[in-house]
């Protein structure tokens, strides 16, 4: 499923993160930057030890923001590394800090003049952030992000089984419409 905003194309497909042909894509990490499971370990696993390496020496990411590595041995020359936040019923901020996430690999890929990326379900894994309130916040904030930035040309939501790729393709067609 894909939309048009602006010049950008935003789609969603099932599948594999750690096969896209993207420029660049995008790990929901952990503050310490250390190998974890879900997204990050499959990433880590993939693309091998360089990206772990360039990771130490960078050392911390706060919630909400998002730093970049080398893609090591994945198709993408780059990983953004952001940190979602843990779902705590969300009254602590979390709505706030998950669109941050988003924005600021969105930031991040504009300052580094990558032009396609691929993102994850940021914090639906382990961290436990609804899937559909969470897809209604990233989707809505790429959307909103590629309205004024013109030199993304696509993003790409690779989803991880037909409940959450679901959940995301709702969200989408309601955006779509609206």
């Known amino acids: 499923m894909k939309i048009k905003v602006g010049q950008a194309i935003?789609?969603?497909v099932e599948g594999d993160?750690?096969?896209?042909?993207?420029?660049?894509i995008v790990n929901a990490a952990n503050e310490q930057l250390r190998v974890g499971g879900g997204v990050?370990?499959?990433?880590?696993?993939?693309?091998?030890?360089?990206i772990q390496e360039e990771a130490r020496?960078?050392?911390h990411c706060?919630?909400?923001?998002?730093?970049?590595?080398?893609?090591g041995n994945l198709m993408a020359k780059y990983v953004i590394h952001t940190v979602?936040?843990?779902y705590r019923g969300g009254t602590?901020?979390?709505p706030e800090l998950l669109a941050s996430a988003y924005r600021e690999s969105l930031k991040l890929a504009s300052a580094k003049g990558i032009k396609s990326l691929a993102f994850p379900s940021v914090s639906t894994g382990v961290y436990g952030y609804p899937v559909a309130d969470a897809a209604r916040i990233a989707l809505g904030t790429v959307k909103e992000y590629l309205a004024q930035h013109?030199?993304?040309?696509?993003?790409?939501?690779?989803?991880?089984g037909k409940p959450t790729y679901d959940a995301y393709a709702q969200v989408l067609d309601e955006l779509s419409r609206g």
């Open 10 to 12: 935003l789609e969603l």
């Open 17 to 24: 993160i750690t096969r896209q042909d993207t420029e660049a």
């Open 40 to 50: 990050d370990g499959a990433i880590n696993r993939a693309g091998g030890p360089k």
């Open 57 to 59: 020496k960078i050392g």
């Open 62 to 71: 706060p919630t909400g923001r998002a730093v970049l590595t080398t893609g």
């Open 84 to 86: 979602g936040p843990i």
């Open 92 to 94: 602590s901020g979390e």
């Open 150 to 160: 013109p030199e993304i040309e696509l993003v790409r939501f690779v989803l991880f």
